[in-house]
């Protein structure tokens, strides 16, 4: 899978929307984008994905720029919960291959009071 | 309810004793698969399977065994404990489609410390 850069960390305050940032440049036509968080003491958990559309689901807004180069996950009216380190991963998709992803340090969203 | 249990949630190991993390999952999912995640870094895939009885080399397989004794059930197996294992291990299971859609549900993790 290529490689993913993100911030080291990112600070916000509950009720605001956040836009945590994913550079993919090297991205291959075929990989989609995945995100997932993990707070303390816990497994990461998945939050969205996507391939060239934007997506979104009751977690987040997916925004995937057109070339494709760079996401967005967009979390809107954040609370203390969504304090987490959040992965932004590539992924080739092939059928009956499982899903072995490799998750890098990710981008720690710290939430504020 | 969690569908993928891991224990012990913590556990203390000698250098050069044997450990045995376990995991066991009700998705009833074919894939089945052990990662590693040392302090402030990501998590790296050690071994997993996508079948009862047999198990594959992630990327950092070196010192690990695993054992799949059902679809249910999935243990990392460290022989000769060594001070370099002390991380936070995690279990995870997917369905094994391989579709886009398909996802990690992960555990609770396990705290190994080496002394």
């Known amino acids: 899978d290529a490689k993913t850069t993100q911030p080291d960390s990112m600070e916000s305050t509950e009720g605001e929307t956040v836009h945590l940032p994913c550079s993919h440049a090297t991205i291959s036509g075929n990989e989609y984008i995945y995100w997932y968080r993990q707070v303390p003491l816990q497994g990461p958990e998945y939050v969205t994905h996507?391939?060239?559309q934007n997506t979104t689901n009751s977690m987040a807004f997916l925004a995937i720029a057109s070339d494709r180069k760079s996401s967005t996950l967009i979390l809107t009216h954040v609370s203390l919960r969504d304090a987490a380190v959040y992965h932004c991963?590539?992924?080739?998709?092939?059928?009956?291959?499982?899903?072995?992803?490799?998750f890098g340090k990710g981008a720690k969203l710290t939430v504020s009071p | 309810e969690a569908a993928v249990t891991q224990s012990p949630r913590s556990k203390v190991a000698v250098t050069g004793g044997k450990v045995t993390l376990s995991c066991h999952q009700t998705?009833?999912?074919?894939?089945m698969y052990w990662y590693r995640q040392d302090t402030g870094h990501g998590l790296r895939l050690i071994h997993y399977s996508y079948v009862a009885d047999s198990t594959e080399k992630g990327d950092i397989p070196d010192g690990y065994k695993a054992s799949r004794p059902s679809q249910e059930n999935f243990s990392l197996i460290l022989e000769l404990a060594s001070l370099s294992q002390t991380a936070v291990y995690f279990c995870?299971?997917?369905?094994?489609?391989?579709?886009?859609?398909?996802?990690?549900?992960f555990g609770s993790g396990t705290r190994l410390t080496v002394l």
């Open positions: 998705n009833n999912h074919d894939y």
């Open positions: 991963i590539l992924r080739v998709v092939q059928q009956g291959t499982g899903s072995k992803l490799s």
């Open positions: 996507g391939l060239q």
């Open positions: 995870a299971s997917s369905d094994g489609t391989g579709g886009c859609a398909e996802t990690l549900y």
